[in-house]
């Protein structure tokens, strides 16, 4: 069984459209984050719920919003998609009370935009 | 704020040889923790350790080890013996939990083995 789960595993997509990266974790977290690796590999946070409250939101474009139905799901959704949006998106979950226990990354989107 | 430096960049031994990677980092704060990911060319991460800032012992599992010292803000990573399948970029990343619990990553270090 999976323990962080992301969908799909590859995204291309033209300039201008919407689409939306889903996440779940089974892992009973209750901290969910999304996270963005550039062509440089460099790793920077983007959002993260605790139990369906956004708590971080680190100064990401208004095209993106993530959306947590539940603790057990945290999906991206991003609006009018850019070049420069192209990365590798992680999905990751965590819980918070046990210092950060099992912080968890899911396998990875590649989203090409093109 | 919190900062987490990876000064090499790549590095590339012979298999068989022992490497050391290096992690400085900065923080004001007395409780954090200290993270190494694995990301192999496939492009997961894998999560390797956790170590938080009351537990300066030092950990062996099998090849891998890992070196923390407060008094110079390191947590360094060597594999003893390197092996072909420890090629990959390795990331340590520091995380405070008065901070949303977020990951601040180094920018990581390109370990090349070969044969």
């Known amino acids: 069984d999976t323990a962080v789960s992301q969908t799909p595993k590859y995204l291309v997509t033209q300039m201008g459209n919407d689409k939306s990266i889903k996440c779940e974790q089974n892992l009973g977290h209750d901290t969910m984050y999304w996270y963005k690796q550039d062509s440089k590999k460099f790793l920077k946070i983007m959002f993260s719920y605790n139990n369906k409250e956004l708590i971080i939101n680190e100064t990401v474009p208004n095209r993106f919003s993530p959306k947590s139905p539940d603790k057990a799901h945290l999906n991206l959704h991003i609006n009018s998609l850019e070049l420069g949006d192209s990365a590798v998106y992680f999905c990751?979950?965590?819980?918070?009370?046990?210092?950060?226990?099992?912080?968890?990354f899911g396998s990875g989107t590649r989203l090409t935009v093109v | 704020a919190q900062k987490v430096t990876q000064a090499q960049t790549e590095i590339s031994v012979v298999e068989k040889e022992d490497v050391t990677l290096d992690c400085v980092y900065e923080?004001?704060?007395?409780?954090?923790?200290l993270f190494w990911y694995k990301q192999p060319p496939s492009g997961e991460l894998v999560f390797l350790i956790r170590?938080?800032?009351?537990?300066?012992q030092n950990e062996i599992s099998g090849r891998y080890s890992w070196n923390f010292q407060k008094s110079t803000s390191s947590f360094n990573f060597t594999i003893t013996a390197s092996q072909v399948v420890d090629s990959a970029v390795y990331f340590c990343a520091l995380l405070f939990t008065g901070g949303g619990n977020k990951l601040t990553f180094g920018t990581g270090t390109q370990l090349k083995v070969e044969l």
């Open positions: 923080t004001r704060d007395t409780t954090y923790y």
């Open positions: 990751a979950s965590s819980q918070v009370y046990e210092g950060a226990g099992g912080y968890t």
């Open positions: 170590r938080n800032s009351f537990d300066e």
